[in-house]
Nanobody
């Protein structure tokens, strides 16, 4: 059974930083493209960043230069380093694992950027 567990969310002031982690179990982690998605209140869930098994990355335009996605295949963990956070970065951040027609989601972690 695949399980994705996120951690690292919380309340941070504008301009601050957070690092999210997502640890996987029940899957061959290195074969999956891992992604972080954000769902702001009342909005759809959108891609923040993704990283393939060979560590190729892509980012939503608004996150480029501020967020960095990385993975540690030995630890079955994907990270999202978020810097220069803005109030509009507030939302629930979900971890996703995708391969072929299979996709799995974590339960989400809340990030609130507010003074």
């Amino acid at each position: 059974q695949v399980r994705l567990v996120e951690s690292g969310g919380g309340l941070v002031q504008p301009g601050g930083s957070l690092r999210l982690s997502c640890t996987a179990s029940g899957m061959t982690f290195s074969l999956y493209t891992m992604g972080w998605y954000r769902q702001a209140p009342g909005k759809q869930r959108d891609l923040v960043a993704a990283i393939s098994g060979d560590s190729s990355t892509n980012y939503a335009d608004s996150m480029k230069g501020r967020f960095t996605i990385s993975r540690d295949n030995a630890k079955k963990t994907v990270y999202l380093q978020m810097n220069s956070l803005k109030p509009e970065d507030t939302g629930v951040y979900y971890c996703n694992a995708g391969r072929s027609s299979s996709t799995f989601w974590g339960q989400g972690t809340q990030v609130t950027v507010s003074s």
